[in-house]
């Protein structure tokens, strides 16, 4: 599993990882921490219609 995640931030804003932490949290609950995954966290200038932030997961589906 992938998650990225795109914040609409100020220069100023260095609590990136934070942010993260929460979609992380998430996953590895329902998931389990065993499986992992990667993460990709960036800030920008702005994302589209003003979104405050943008959370993108990439699944792979085992049958």
């Known amino acids: 599993m992938r998650v990225g995640i795109a914040l609409a931030t100020t220069e100023a804003f260095t609590q990136h990882v934070g942010v993260a932490d929460g979609p992380s949290d ?34 792979e589906v085992v049958v």
């Open 26 to 59: 998430l996953f590895a609950q329902i998931f389990g921490r065993e499986l992992g995954h990667t993460r990709l966290v960036s800030g920008v200038y702005s994302l589209l219609v003003r979104t405050p932030v943008l959370l993108e997961e990439i699944f």
